[in-house]
């Protein structure tokens, strides 16, 4: 199985600053049909976890254009460029190039 | 509007079964896979398996492989998930999802306890 790591697990953020995660993997997520599946989604206090980032860098319909993701291979980044007050919750990168799909441990982001 | 709607939430003994229903509308059910995840109390996502409901084909990891049943009824357009030989240790909340590009769309969850 493809092992999914975060960093960091705590993230204290003050709004309007920047926050970046970290998240690698195992193994490379570039498939051999050229597209990286590397996912990441936000689950709010309460919430079911909602999409945010799909292949890597493609943002989500109706994601805020703060959110962006980048990396390649095994070593990805979720930055948000300013942090809002509803940017809270937990952030899980997950793997989607095989079977079992895994999940990151998660990041939780709360305010400062 | 896509919507998929879970079930209530169970309480089972161990050693049951349960089975969560998802029901889809909004979108063709037939296109798109749905997939189970589960979070256990305070922790993170684990994912359980997918269905091509066109097909009803399964994917199961191996870690629930002889435990797990997944289903569909196209005539009603809703996703089952049956798992059997329940332990206190399957107490999660079950969501469902349907995979377009990503995990586009989520159940609201069912919470499952198991006790006894």
């Known amino acids: 199985d493809i092992v999914m790591t975060q960093s960091p697990l705590s993230l204290p953020v003050t709004p309007g600053e920047p926050a970046s995660i970290s998240c690698r993997s195992s193994q490379s997520l570039l498939h051999s049909n050229g597209y990286t599946y590397l996912e990441w989604y936000l689950q709010k206090p309460g919430q079911s976890p909602q999409v945010l980032i799909y292949?890597?860098?493609n943002r989500a319909s109706g994601v805020p254009d703060r959110f962006s993701g980048s990396g390649s291979g095994t070593d990805f980044t979720l930055k948000i460029s300013r942090v809002e007050a509803e940017d809270v919750g937990i952030y899980y990168c997950m793997q989607a190039k095989q079977t079992p799909f895994t999940f990151g441990p998660g990041t939780k982001v709360d305010i400062k | 509007q896509v919507q998929l709607v879970q079930s209530a939430a169970e309480v089972k003994k161990p050693g049951a079964s349960m089975k969560v229903s998802c029901k889809a509308s909004?979108?063709?059910?037939?296109?798109?896979?749905i997939h189970w995840v589960r979070q256990a109390p305070g922790q993170g996502l684990e994912w359980m398996g997918s269905i091509d409901p066109n097909s009803g084909g399964t994917n199961y990891a191996q870690k629930f492989q002889a435990r797990v049943t997944m289903t569909r009824d196209t005539s009603i357009s809703t996703a089952y998930m049956e798992l059997s030989r329940l332990r206190s240790d399957d107490t999660a909340v079950y969501y469902c999802?349907?995979?377009?590009?990503?995990?586009?769309?989520w159940g609201q969850g069912t919470l499952v306890t198991v006790s006894s």
């Open positions: 909004g979108y063709i059910f037939t296109v798109y896979y």
């Open positions: 292949l890597g860098s």
């Open positions: 999802a349907r995979a377009k590009f990503a995990f586009d769309y």
